[in-house]
């Protein structure tokens, strides 16, 4: 596959403060690169420099150091971005636009003719299931999620190679969550690449095939999805749902094994283990008093545990 997307030392400094000027390093010495058609996600915690990369890519901000480039031209050509799209997270349109306006006047933009402008416009609104009673109504009256979508559809309507998206599930509900990455995953298939930028982990793990973590600017992880959960698959605390058990002689039951807390619950009982290693013996106990296995399930996700942990990401300093 070939790179689409190629990062190399790009840095970003800051000076902040009045009087006394310091410097800031916002972004440093990032270096990574994109396949052709992948789905590639972009994790930080809030100020870890996503927004500050993506800005850099959008040569919104101009980089301290390094370099980038996008379909094999620089990012300081414009050319480039008649072919990507791009979502930020936080999309301001004109609020006396209607949705169906603001689509037909990005397509005139990129030049598309009147009549292919229309059909453009009412497609991608339909692609991110905006209702149609909307499409004619002033974006100012518009919800945070309505918007959302409004940005996603003006970020495709060009057909791009590649599309940029900034915290795109931002203020949608659940329903609208599922919609979206749905309308994400599908842009797999028509080979269109997607750089992911976003600090929900499960949005992440479900669409990606790649990702990088970043940590104060830094690049702390990057690698398959898979590869990364390797990297946080520590011992995890492990929930057992039972029925047709008594919480008090599972109690006694499991008094022997440390680490387990037990919670009755309608017909049955939690039981919440520190090690994947007593699980075995925690449903020996269940069994001896006449419990039904409901489920096993991992308390928390591999991928968070790289993020947050000390033993991962929450251990890369600034300081390298």
């Known amino acids: 596959m070939s ?13 902040v403060g009045f009087w006394r000027k310091r410097q800031v390093r916002a972004l440093d010495g990032l270096s990574l690169s994109v396949e052709r058609g992948e789905i590639f996600g972009f994790l930080g915690a809030n100020g870890a420099g996503k927004t500050t990369t993506i800005k850099l890519l959008m040569r919104l901000i101009y980089p301290s150091e390094g370099r980038a480039s996008i379909l094999d031209h620089d990012i300081s050509d414009v050319s480039m971005h008649a072919r990507i799209g791009y979502l930020p997270e936080h999309p301001y349109f004109y609020d006396y636009l209607t949705a169906r306006e603001l689509l037909e006047y990005c397509g005139e933009l990129f030049g598309y003719r009147r009549r292919e402008r229309r059909e453009r416009a009412a497609a991608m609104l ?12 002033q974006l100012r009256k518009f919800s945070k999620g309505m918007l959302q979508r409004v940005g996603l559809a003006q970020a495709l309507v060009n057909n791009p190679e590649v599309v940029f998206l900034d915290e795109p599930m931002s203020g949608l509900d659940p329903i609208g969550r599922r919609e979206v990455r749905d309308l994400i995953a599908s842009l797999r298939t028509v080979g269109t690449t997607v750089f992911l930028c976003s600090h929900i982990l499960a949005d992440i793990e479900v669409l990606c095939d790649r990702a990088a973590i970043l940590q104060r600017g830094r690049l702390a992880h990057l690698g398959r999805i898979e590869d990364l959960r390797q990297l946080g698959s520590g011992d995890h605390s492990m929930e057992i749902v039972v029925a047709d058990a008594d919480a008090r002689r599972m109690e006694s039951a499991l008094a022997t094994l440390e680490g387990v807390h037990i919670t009755a619950t309608p017909g049955g009982a939690r039981i919440e283990v520190s090690s994947e290693g007593d699980v075995d013996a925690a449903l020996r106990a269940a069994r001896s008093c006449g419990a039904r296995l409901v489920s096993v399930n991992r308390i928390g996700s591999a991928l968070e545990e790289l993020f947050v942990n000390d033993g991962g990401v929450g251990k890369y300093s600034s300081d390298g």
């Open 126 to 137: 339909a692609r991110v299931r905006l209702d149609e009673k909307s499409w004619d109504k």
């Open 3 to 15: 790179h689409v997307i190629e990062i190399d030392g790009l840095t970003k400094d800051y000076q």
